[in-house]
């Protein structure tokens, strides 16, 4: 199994942008059993969790970005997203996304511009 992030950019603050990361490798009817998670890591930073939907849909979101971020998935296309609003200067960083037993994928960097 393979996860590549994609979406990111260089975006002013209180800007939007929305993530996408695909599977490939894996059936829809493992996907969709799978809890799939986004992190982050900004430069000089440990890596963080940001949020996590699970197979039943259900999410939960790192402090910092409650109320900005949502994470949403689509099993038919093996793909999870993260729709960020209202984004930071803290947001800057690194986004990857992974599922339990999964290899770290590449990640897709973040940019938000003061």
């Known amino acids: 199994v393979q996860l590549q992030a994609s979406g990111g950019g260089l975006v002013q603050a209180g800007g939007s942008l929305r993530l996408s990361c695909a599977a490939s490798?894996?059936?829809?009817?493992?996907?969709?059993?799978?809890?799939m998670n986004w992190y982050r890591q900004a430069s000089g930073k440990e890596r963080e969790l940001v949020a996590s939907?699970?197979?039943?849909?259900?999410?939960n979101f790192a402090d910092s970005v409650k109320g900005r971020f949502t994470i949403s998935r689509d099993n038919a296309k093996n793909t999870v997203y993260l729709q960020m609003n209202s984004l930071k200067p803290e947001d800057t960083a690194v986004y990857y996304c992974?599922?339990?037993?999964?290899?770290w994928g590449k990640g897709t960097l973040v940019t938000v511009s003061s």
């Open positions: 939907i699970g197979s039943t849909g259900s999410t």
């Open positions: 992974k599922g339990p037993g999964l290899p």
């Open positions: 490798g894996t059936s829809g009817s493992i996907f969709k059993l799978i809890a």
